[in-house]
């Protein structure tokens, strides 16, 4: 979610409970708040797409 700070001033959790009750089909997706202009949360999106980078590279044979 990037440009969030122009919005009406909101916190970010109540702004991301109203994105999963607006988009249920997307309640699974994790929400990630920057503001790339002045670089806020920029680390924090960057560790969690290495985050899901291994979960996705993660091998889970079939037995399991």
Do not use: C
């Not at 994790?30 to 503001?35: H, S």
């Amino acid at each position: 979610m990037n440009k969030w700070d122009l919005l009406a001033p909101m916190p970010t959790g109540k702004y991301a409970d109203y994105l999963r009750k607006t988009f249920p089909s997307l309640d699974h997706l994790p929400i990630a708040f920057i503001t790339a202009k002045e670089g806020r949360n920029v680390h924090a999106v960057l560790n969690l797409a290495q985050t899901l980078h291994k979960q996705a590279s993660t091998r889970i044979g079939t037995g399991d």
